[in-house]
């Protein structure tokens, strides 16, 4: 969850936090398959401006988590 409202507002319906941890190239390679049914050049851009910025902003503003799940390699 993330330290920003309206986030910290959601903190009252949770009985618990866990956070997913998982490898930039595991990140990459779901991506890729989410966006799938873009042509190469959008899907790269997609990947690109939007949802790695997300991924880092996530990673860089999450509030503590009571629990933390590592994924390996996929």
């Known amino acids: 969850m993330?330290?920003?409202k309206p986030w910290t507002d959601l903190q009252?319906?949770?009985?618990t936090t866990i956070f997913v941890h998982a490898p930039s190239t595991t990140?990459?390679?779901r991506l890729e398959n989410r966006w799938i049914s873009l042509t190469k050049e959008a899907r790269e851009k997609k990947i690109l401006k939007n949802d790695l910025p997300n991924v880092k902003y996530v990673l860089e503003n999450s509030a503590n988590s009571e629990f933390s799940y590592e994924i390996g390699e996929s």
Not at 12 to 15: E, G, I, P, T
Request: positive net charge; charged residues 50%.
């Open 2 to 4: 993330l330290k920003d």
């Open 12 to 15: 009252l319906y949770y009985d």
């Open 27 to 29: 990140i990459r390679k």
